[in-house]
């Protein structure tokens, strides 16, 4: 298996497109960190901060009461404002001022997206590839199971993306070291089950970067399946990124009428909802029905491709 997984990788860095990915991910972070030091707008505060924040929960709280008791994403974002601004004049905790190295590195979670794409490009090519230039027939010939071949392909997937999101995170972290400087050592606040917590920066960060890592392993697992499935580059490519930029709006659409999107593949993939960053589409959602649902539609997919698979018939 070893050998297998070896192999495949050598196979996706010899492409010139791996590299061209990892120079775009590089220059994403270098870029935004220079227009966040040169030509981003300062974030200094003025005057005293807790008057501002005293100001900004009156503001908020006259936003709810003209609001009235409606419940929706902005009304159950100011409350979790309000709580967490008289959480801080509670507790003397000052808000950030500023770009720091964990700001920039928060602010670079967002391109875990173009990780997912990268992914999606690599699981849609692995398999399908190998029907288009007729390499299949090579693998196959081979002492070794259809099985073990298929899932040495995965976990090399697994692992190309593991490596861009350690990248990216590391990479964040030395180029925010260099242009803002250390941490102001301040705990992130959330707002989880009805009360403000306290988290430590670093653990928050590691936590939220390995939650979005979910989607990334979701959407590249769909877009093998139908490489697999379907031996088509182009189609696995088209398909998943369409469901990548454009399942999540459709099924925030859906679930304002209807209480069965959180059924839905997109519903759960973003596990940072559960950490206090906003509320999840349907009220009676958990963590543990998210996780149940991931592990569902993981399940299908492997299924499909497994199956598929092994009962195709490659013969010239």
């Known amino acids: 298996m070893f050998n297998l997984i070896k192999n495949e990788w050598i196979k996706i860095f010899s492409r010139p497109g791996t590299y061209v990915m990892i120079g775009l991910l590089v220059l994403l972070v270098i870029g935004a960190g220079?227009?966040?030091?040169?030509?981003?707008?300062?974030?200094?505060?003025?005057?005293?901060w807790k008057q501002q924040?005293?100001?900004?929960?009156?503001?908020?709280?006259?936003?709810?009461?003209?609001?009235?008791?409606?419940?929706?994403?902005?009304?159950?974002?100011?409350k979790q404002q309000v709580a967490i601004n008289e959480y801080r004049l509670a507790n003397d905790i000052e808000p950030a001022s500023g770009e720091s190295i964990w700001s920039f590195v928060n602010f670079n979670s967002n391109f875990v997206e173009i990780i997912g794409l990268f992914a999606i490009i690599v699981a849609a090519g692995i398999v399908a590839s190998e029907f288009t230039w007729g390499t299949i027939k090579l693998l196959l010939i081979r002492p070794i199971s259809r099985t073990k071949i298929l899932l040495s392909k995965y976990i090399t997937v697994?692992?190309?993306?593991?490596?861009?999101?350690?990248?990216?995170?590391?990479?964040?972290?030395?180029?925010?070291?260099?242009?803002?400087?250390?941490?102001?050592g301040q705990p992130h606040l959330v707002y989880i089950d009805g009360a403000v917590?306290?988290?430590?920066?670093?653990?928050y960060l590691i936590k939220t970067y390995l939650l979005k890592s979910i989607s990334i392993t979701m959407m590249a697992t769909m877009a093998f399946m139908i490489s697999a499935v379907f031996r088509?580059?182009?189609?696995a490519i088209g398909i998943s990124l369409f469901l990548l930029f454009m399942g999540g709006t459709a099924t925030q659409?859906?679930?304002?009428?209807?209480?069965?999107?959180?059924?839905?593949?997109?519903?759960?993939?973003?596990?940072t909802i559960y950490t206090g960053a906003m509320q999840p589409l349907v009220d009676d959602m958990t963590l543990g029905f998210s996780v149940t649902m991931l592990i569902i539609y993981f399940v299908i997919f492997h299924l499909l491709a497994f199956i598929v698979f092994k009962k195709r018939d490659v013969a010239a």
């Open 34 to 48: 220079s227009v966040m030091k040169f030509a981003g707008v300062s974030q200094e505060p003025e005057g005293d």
């Open 53 to 78: 924040t005293q100001m900004q929960i009156e503001s908020d709280k006259q936003y709810l009461e003209e609001m009235g008791g409606s419940e929706n994403f902005q009304t159950q974002y100011y």
């Open 197 to 203: 917590e306290e988290q430590n920066m670093v653990f």
């Open 158 to 184: 697994l692992l190309f993306g593991i490596t861009l999101l350690l990248t990216l995170f590391l990479l964040s972290t030395l180029v925010g070291a260099i242009f803002f400087g250390g941490g102001d």
């Open 253 to 271: 659409f859906i679930s304002m009428k209807y209480d069965w999107a959180k059924y839905s593949l997109f519903a759960n993939t973003d596990l």
């Open 232 to 235: 088509s580059s182009s189609l």
